[in-house]
């Protein structure tokens, strides 16, 4: 059974930084591949970043850049998602996906993945 578990959460000051988690079960995480996604009250759904399975390219939203990366340790079957100076703006729940369709494509940004955690609330606040 796919599962994906995100912890690292929780409340920072403006200008802090923040390593978000994504465990996998179920299955081998660099076969897939795997997005963080985050979602403000009253707002869509949004990509963040995604790393592919097939060759671990990454890819970040602008409003990102410069400030979030991807890493993965395959060894603990984990994605994170190292955030550095957040702005109040970052502040969402902020899921992973997997998405095992990475034959002949890289991952994208949009919210088309099979597989879904259940969240973790990161909130930038002074």
């Known amino acids: 059974q796919v599962q994906l578990v995100e912890s690292g959460g929780g409340l920072v000051q403006p200008g802090g930084s923040l390593r978000l988690s994504c465990a996998a079960s179920?299955?081998?995480?660099?076969?897939?591949?795997i997005g963080w996604f985050r979602q403000a009250p009253g707002k869509e759904r949004e990509g963040v970043s995604c790393?592919?399975?097939?060759?671990?390219?990454?890819n970040y939203a602008d409003s990102v850049k410069g400030r979030f990366t991807i890493p993965r340790d395959n060894a603990k079957n984990t994605v994170y998602l190292h955030m550095n100076n957040l702005k109040p703006e970052d502040t969402a729940v902020y899921y992973c996906a997997a998405d095992p369709r990475v034959l002949f494509r890289l991952c994208v940004l949009r919210p088309s993945y099979d597989y879904w955690g259940q969240g973790t609330q990161v909130t930038v606040s002074s």
């Open positions: 790393i592919s399975g097939s060759d671990s390219s990454t």
């Open positions: 179920g299955f081998t995480l660099d076969y897939y591949h």
